[in-house]
């Protein structure tokens, strides 16, 4: 893996997929490579991404995808690290009702929501 100094993010805000991003990928010896930059594409606009590249790691939005492809994503990620950006929505979310439960303790037996800060 490329050391923390050499490694860069790019953002793609419309990416769909690397062939529309103008990226042919390739994986090699259990690593994955740019190996084409196309021409005119988003990615050789960015000036940013260069044959030989090794991808370490990507960032996903969830701004415009549906609950569903966002739930379905997260499902296959067994077993590999990842970093959640997350936003108290306070009452939005399922582990935060302060009409419907008398304490903390209470909440948690309920809801297994330990973790959540209140």
């Known amino acids: 893996m490329a050391e923390e100094e050499d490694t860069r993010e790019v953002l793609f805000p419309d990416w769909e ?8 990928i390739e994986q090699t010896g259990g690593e994955i490579y740019v190996k084409e930059v196309k021409g005119e594409s988003p990615a050789a606009r960015s000036g ?3 044959e030989g590249d090794q991808i370490v790691g990507a960032t996903i939005y969830f ?3 549906s609950s ?3 739930a379905e994503l ?8 990842v970093g ?13 009702s302060p009409i419907f439960l008398r304490t903390r303790q ?8 330990q973790h959540h800060r209140f």
């Open 74 to 81: 997260l499902k296959t990620l067994n077993r590999h690290k």
């Open 68 to 70: 569903e492809e966002t």
């Open 63 to 65: 701004d415009n995808m």
């Open 84 to 96: 959640l950006k997350l936003q108290n929505k306070g009452d939005k979310s399922p582990c935060y």
């Open 17 to 24: 997929g690397p062939d529309k991003t103008g990226l042919t």
């Open 48 to 50: 940013k991404v260069y």
């Open 106 to 113: 209470d909440f948690s037996d309920r809801y297994g929501c």
